[in-house]
């Protein structure tokens, strides 16, 4: 039964940035009208997500396609958005 513990935790998202990736740096972001959601950065060079919430908490998702970005930028709910494709999906850490 251990194994089949350890291969559950291998099917969450590994929540680590990847080892290239530099902390801490803030891109540019463009607002958006959102409820929880003050504004969204994107590096397409090191796929690179950013987001600011309202709360002023600022993340970076990695290894997000620009696809996938030009789809979060164009629906009508960013919040809804990025909890349903983005938040449990890819790796990220908390930046601000």
């Known amino acids: 039964m251990a194994g089949s513990a350890h291969h559950r935790s291998r099917d969450r998202a590994d ?4 080892a290239n990736t530099r902390r801490g740096s803030i891109m540019d972001r463009q607002l958006v009208a959102s409820s929880n959601v003050a504004s969204i950065g994107y590096d397409e060079a090191s796929a690179t997500l950013e987001v600011q919430f309202l709360n002023g908490a600022v993340y970076q998702y990695f290894n997000v396609g620009s696809e996938l970005y030009t789809q979060l930028m164009a629906s009508p709910s960013k919040g809804e958005f990025l909890h349903a494709y983005i938040r449990n999906a890819y790796p990220y850490s ?3």
Not at 15 to 18: A, G, I, S
């Open 15 to 18: 929540h680590r940035p990847p």
């Open 94 to 96: 908390r930046v601000g």
